[in-house]
């Protein structure tokens, strides 16, 4: 940061913050017709004791054919609403052990921008919205994450959808990922129709979801990128396919076709699920094929339901040969990897999950989920892949596909709990939750774990809340639960009246026999000024 | 060789397509008595006990409030469960809730909502804030989908499952059904206002209600729910529902301005008005997960 350069930086910041502050002329969260709000007092001979009868009697016929207004609740349109909250104040870094000349020692007058949201509806049928999430200093953007999408609609359903996203996080402040060049990405570019209202089609690129998994999803065969560890319900990004669906009451049939991505117009994968809902239980049966077997075929099998207390979850996969392609090191060059695939025997994959939870009305909860799941195609002992020149062999081979050096373990297991208490009552009352989530891959050894404390200190913390986690991976460098070797990143974060933001966090990287190797620090405190 | 192998296999794959669409044609069956469109099994019945709709019909109140028995305030109870749903018809309507929290401020939320009490169906689409626009959950029967815009991902829960990881319930999400969940341990008689309402205590007879107690305050004449406290195990009094507004639709009444006081926050209140209310048939297409992935973003 030029020293020259932060008046001017403080004054555009300044200047950002008055015009989001304009903003909220605009903004229409939070506002509701007196009618619809409740008293600001209960007063029940106010309530019961007015001089109109309580009940309003409707016509059955009246009801049966039109629709009837209660009250005087009509939406304008053209339609701008703001969200989110902005902000300024100080960001800083300071390495105290093992600092590399690369590594920022400094600290920064910073603005920071949380959810914040546009919409725009000029009428019912269209809708235009864009949120961001920023923290920039005044010689630069430390990060940014841009979201997009149009929503415009024929009818209620013949629509034109398209939505992308710009991501820069090198430091990962604001995701689990690291972004380290700026990011564009077309997330989603597709048309929706239907026939009858019978069959429906969804034609584009698209995101698509298959499994009842939570950390593990065999079955997802159709997805383009990995489940994020530390954020596993996030979206993921998917293929360009044709979509069909054909509901049949809650029963529910599909076909997903992929056409041609390379050229090679006989190249395009197909996908068909039944999902079948019995006594509470919903089965899926589904298949899946691709031309040139890129991806092998299969059959899944997938279920959720309740058995007593406990909801379970399950995806079962047999496929003939297997997606990946592997290494192992030359038996004839020691020192060499050499990469293989196995196409012409089965394989299975399989997954478990079962989820418990208990909410007591004196404010106790405790939930607990546990997922394990058993990858045949998977290698026995995955560290193998932790040696770069193994990788390398990998990403150099002929069928390279991104997957090959993700979930490649063979054996896993996953869980989360969480234990929450309420006390005290009016403005000091208190929730108390401590939880933590952890996975590990048995195949390399690796594991990850996040313990948290939570203290919430008015309604949904709104006075106060205070958050203690410590994000810890343990594992060798490249394995998959610690890919930048054992680390653990202690951090406390402090919110008071939603206005005063309080962020400190630790990453502390440790040698092989946990020695502390280097210690970082990254530091926030922000005035959320702006809120909508 | 290695080609001869890939094409087996890829006849395989499409044989296995095969079977899949086979299998789910087959499945399909024939269409429910009464038309409708598309087939398969007929959803979840309204999973009430045997007699529960016509041992209430004929039953004689006694027409002195002071005379009431546990049994006649259970039946009263259950006239009012009744009489909250559309038994004959579907049902749909605009649902409006503002909270007022003192330290979080005003916060609207608008859902659609469509009934068919007759199947036990229930789907409610979020309207506004238009950040969450599209949100939306589907519960047949013991069923449940949830539906995430964002990942485009179905979540199939039980009624067991809490809410969004908050305190409420997917089993909340069902219609009134106190006179099953309930037993009454105490009546007495008072005044709410303008009206004259007969009051029981009634204790939870299993653990899959939110609040083990519960005092209700039902309007003698029309027999309908005006207000309903809500206890914690130590009879610490959790949250106040009163039900200032109704509207009549043949036998059914509809409570269309709900205001709820919070118990252990005095400043924390919100109120749900309906509009937009209507008893027109819903297309069978709505209650089904390709409806709540299609209208929302």
Redesign the interface.
């Known amino acids: 940061m030029k020293a020259r350069n932060r008046p001017v930086s403080i004054a555009l910041a300044a200047a950002a913050l008055l015009v989001l502050s304009a903003g909220g002329l605009w903004a229409q969260?939070?506002?509701?017709p007196a009618?619809?709000?409740?008293?600001a007092a209960?007063d029940?001979?106010?309530?019961?004791?007015?001089p109109k009868d309580?009940?309003?009697?409707?016509d059955?016929n009246v009801?049966?054919?039109?629709?009837?207004?209660?009250?005087e609740?009509t939406k304008t349109y053209p339609?701008f609403?703001i969200?989110g909250t902005a902000g300024a104040g100080l960001f800083g870094n300071y390495t105290p052990v093992g600092a590399a000349p690369k590594d920022p020692q400094k600290l920064y007058g910073a603005v920071n921008l949380s959810g914040l949201?546009f919409?725009y509806?000029p009428t019912k049928s269209l809708?235009f919205?864009v949120?961001t999430d920023l923290l920039a200093v005044p010689s630069e953007i430390l990060s940014a994450s841009v979201g997009a999408?149009a929503?415009l609609r024929a009818s209620?359903?013949v629509r034109l959808?398209a939505a992308g996203s710009f991501d820069y996080d090198p430091n990962a402040y604001l995701s689990t990922k690291t972004y380290a060049t700026p990011t564009f990405s077309l997330d989603e570019l597709f048309v929706?129709t239907?026939l009858g209202?019978?069959v429906?089609f969804r034609l584009g690129k698209?995101?698509?979801?298959w499994g009842?998994g939570y950390w593990y999803k065999p079955s997802d065969v159709l997805s383009l990128s990995a489940i994020d560890p530390d954020n596993p319900?996030?979206?993921?990004e998917?293929p360009f396919a044709f979509k069909i669906?054909?509901?049949?009451?809650?029963?529910?049939?599909m076909?997903y076709v992929v056409p041609p991505i390379n050229g090679d117009a006989g190249s395009f994968s197909?996908?068909?699920?039944?999902?079948?809902?019995v006594?509470?239980w919903?089965l899926s049966?589904?298949?899946?094929?691709?031309?040139d077997?890129l991806a092998?075929?299969?059959?899944i099998f997938t279920f959720?339901?309740?058995i007593g207390?406990f909801?379970v979850y399950g995806e079962n996969v047999i496929l003939?040969?297997s997606d990946r392609t592997y290494v192992q090191e030359s038996s004839t060059a020691p020192g060499t990897y050499e990469t293989y695939r196995v196409?012409?025997i089965p394989f299975v994959q399989s997954t478990l999950g079962i989820?418990y939870?208990l909410?007591?009305?004196?404010g106790l909860?405790f939930?607990a989920h546990v997922q394990g799941y058993y990858n045949g195609t998977g290698y026995a002992d995955s560290s193998i892949l932790q040696n770069s020149l193994a990788r390398k062999a990998v990403q150099g081979s002929a069928t390279y596909q991104s997957t090959d050096l993700t979930q490649a373990g063979m054996w896993y297991l996953a869980g989360s709990t969480s234990i929450s208490g309420?006390f005290g009552?009016?403005?000091n009352?208190t929730v108390v939750t401590a939880s933590a989530y952890a996975l590990t891959n048995f195949s390399d050894r690796s594991v990850r774990f996040n313990p948290q404390l939570s203290v919430q200190v008015?309604?949904?913390?709104?006075?106060a809340t205070l958050t203690l986690s410590d994000l810890t991976a343990i594992g060798a460098l490249n394995s998959e639960y610690a890919p930048n070797g054992n680390k653990t990143t202690p951090a406390l974060t402090l919110t008071v009246?939603?206005k005063l933001s309080l962020q400190a966090s630790v990453p502390i990287t440790l040698n092989t026999d946990f020695s502390v190797k280097k210690v970082q620090t990254a530091f926030s405190v922000f005035w959320n000024a702006v809120s909508y | 060789m290695v080609n001869m192998e890939r094409r087996m296999t890829s006849k395989m794959s499409l044989v296995l397509f095969g079977l899949v669409l086979i299998f789910s044609a087959k499945a399909q069956g024939a269409p429910p008595a009464g038309g409708g469109q598309g087939g398969g099994a007929p959803m979840g019945g309204i999973g009430l006990p045997p007699g529960f709709l016509e041992q209430n019909k004929d039953y004689q109140f006694p027409d002195d409030i002071t005379k009431y028995s546990a049994t006649d305030f259970l039946m009263l109870v259950r006239r009012t469960d009744i009489r909250s749903s559309f038994y004959d018809s579907d049902m749909t309507a605009t649902i409006t809730t503002v909270s007022v929290s003192p330290d979080k401020g005003t916060f609207v939320r608008k859902e659609q909502i469509f009934r068919r009490d007759k199947d036990d169906a229930f789907l409610m689409l979020t309207l506004e804030p238009e950040s969450r626009k599209g949100q939306g959950m589907l519960r047949v029967d013991n069923n449940m989908w949830r539906y995430d815009p964002t990942s485009r991902k179905f979540t199939h829960t039980t009624l067991k499952d809490t809410y969004e990881n908050s305190t409420v319930r997917n089993n909340d999400f069902r219609r009134w059904q106190r006179s099953i969940d309930y037993s009454v341990e105490k009546i007495t008689t008072g005044t709410l206002g303008n009206y004259t309402v007969i009051i029981g205590e009634l204790k939870a007879n299993n653990d899959e209600v939110p609040f083990p107690y519960i005092r209700m305050y039902i309007e003698k004449d029309r027999k309908i729910v005006l207000k309903v406290e809500e206890y914690s195990l130590s009879m610490k009094l959790l949250r106040t529902a009163y039900y200032t507004q109704y509207v009549q639709i043949g036998n059914s009444f509809v409570p269309t301005v709900q205001i709820f006081q919070d118990g252990l926050i005095p400043e924390k209140r919100s109120q749900v008005t309906y509009t937009d209310i209507s008893t027109k048939p819903v297309p069978d297409y709505y209650f089904t997960k390709e409806y709540l992935e299609r209208v929302s973003q």
């Open positions: 969260t939070g506002t509701a009618s619809q709000t409740p008293p209960i029940e001979n106010a309530l019961f004791g007015g309580i009940v309003t009697v409707i059955p009801a049966a054919t039109s629709v009837v207004q209660l009250v609740d339609v609403l969200s949201e919409d509806l809708h919205s949120s999408y929503d209620e359903l959808y929706d239907e209202k019978k429906f698209q995101r698509i979801s009842v319900t996030a979206a993921r998917g669906d054909m509901p049949m009451k809650l029963n529910h049939a076909l197909a996908a068909s699920k039944y999902d079948l809902v006594n509470g919903e049966f589904a298949g899946f094929g691709r031309t077997m092998r075929p299969r059959g959720t339901g309740a207390a909801d003939y040969g196409e012409n989820k939870s909410s007591k009305s004196n909860s939930s309420r009552e009016g403005r009352l008015g309604d949904q913390g709104g006075r009246f939603d």
